[in-house]
Nanobody, 115 residues
Framework: QVQLVESGGGLVQAGGSLRLACAAP????????MGWYRQAPGKQRELVAL???????DYRDPVKGRFTISRDSAKNTVFLQMDSLKPEDTGVYYC?????????WGQGTQVTVSS
């Protein structure tokens, strides 16, 4: 079992910024993609952003231009820089890492954006 460690959530006012991080063990190899998902209260978990092994990124439309996904491959860490945050960005953010075609989830970190 691969344990992912998330950090960086919190409370911020609308228009503010937060940076999330998710680390897989440094010994992990064959990471195909890393991503961030969020789950708002009463809603299903949804994809926010992905970064593939070759560096290609993909974003949901509502966060394009505001969020940036990046990674430190040497440390098997994925980041989500969230700028111009809106109240509708509130939710629990989970990272997901695909290793050898198996998916592993982080424990989740709360992001709350006040209006």
């Amino acid at each position: 079992q691969v344990q992912l460690v998330e950090s960086g959530g919190g409370l911020v006012q609308a228009g503010g910024s937060l940076r999330l991080a998710c680390a897989a063990p440094e010994s992990t190899i064959r990471i195909n993609k890393m991503g961030w998902y969020r789950q708002a209260p009463g809603k299903q978990r949804e994809l926010v952003a992905l970064i593939y092994y070759d560096g290609i990124t993909d974003y949901r439309d509502p966060v394009k231009g505001r969020f940036t996904i990046s990674r430190d491959s040497a440390k098997n860490t994925v980041f989500l820089q969230m700028d111009s945050l809106k109240p509708e960005d509130t939710g629990v953010y989970y990272c997901k890492v695909q290793i050898s075609y198996h998916d592993y989830w982080g424990q989740g970190t709360q992001v709350t954006v006040s209006s």
